[in-house]
Nanobody
Framework: QVQLVESGGGLVQAGGSLRLSCVAS????????MGWYRQAPGKQRELAAS???????DYADSVKGRFTISRDSAKNTVYLQMNSLKPEDTAVYYC?????????????WGKGTLVTVSS
C-alpha cells in the first residue's frame, strides 16, 4: 500500500516562497505520475502541477511562472517550489500518485498540508 506524506506547508506573507515535499513509500514511484492538487475553502480541488515519470510537467495557468514541480526518484520524493505567493494560493495542498494506464485508475492521496498566504 502506497503512503504519501506531505510537508512544508505553513504561513507566509504575500510575495514569499515555500517548498512542499511529498515522500512516497513503496516501489512504484518511478513509474507514477505525481501531482500537487490544492483545495481552497469553499472550492473544488484542482490540479496545481504534475510531473510524469520522464519529467514532463504540466501547470495550472494560475501558477505558471511561479511554481515549479520536480521529482527525485532516488528519494521517492516530489517537490513543489512556490514563489511569488499570493493570498489566492491559500489552500490545502495534496500530493497525488497515479499509475498511468490503469483502469480503474490506481491512485493514492496524501493527507494534505496547509498553505496560508497573508496579504
Amino acid at each position: 500500500q502506497v503512503q504519501l506524506v506531505e510537508s512544508g506547508g505553513g504561513l507566509v506573507q504575500a510575495g514569499g516562497s515555500l517548498r512542499l515535499s511529498c515522500v512516497a513509500s513503496g516501489s512504484i514511484f518511478s513509474i507514477a505520475v505525481m501531482g500537487w492538487y490544492r483545495q481552497a475553502p469553499g472550492k473544488q480541488r484542482e490540479l496545481a502541477a504534475s510531473i510524469g515519470s520522464g519529467g514532463s510537467t504540466d501547470y495550472a495557468d494560475s501558477v505558471k511562472g511561479r511554481f515549479t514541480i520536480s521529482r527525485d526518484s532516488a528519494k521517492n520524493t516530489v517537490y513543489l517550489q512556490m514563489n511569488s505567493l499570493k493570498p489566492e494560493d491559500t489552500a490545502v495542498y495534496y500530493c497525488n500518485l497515479r499509475v498511468p494506464g490503469t483502469w480503474p485508475v490506481r491512485e493514492n492521496w496524501g493527507k494534505g498540508t496547509l498553505v496560508t498566504v497573508s496579504s
